[in-house]
């Protein structure tokens, strides 16, 4: 599925403003990837929020490889 606009997921595994920063640099770099910000929650489900039109599976993909995980929301 591809997004337009703004799109919302939850991310486990965050505890700090560094780990913040790597999930946000990783999934700028994603095409389609207008904008990205994350809300951290330190042990629970921070709250990642992208603008463009990047896939699901390629933000999952970035997320992943950053070292942290996607959940449902």
Known sequence: MTTTGDAEY???GLTCGHCVQTVR???????GVEA??????P???????????????AVREAVTSAGYSLIPR
């Open 10 to 12: 939850a991310v486990v």
């Open 36 to 41: 990205a910000s994350v809300e951290l929650v």
């Open 43 to 57: 042990g629970g489900r921070s709250r990642l929020v992208i603008s463009g039109s990047a896939g699901d599976a």
């Open 25 to 31: 640099k990783a999934v700028a770099a994603v095409d």
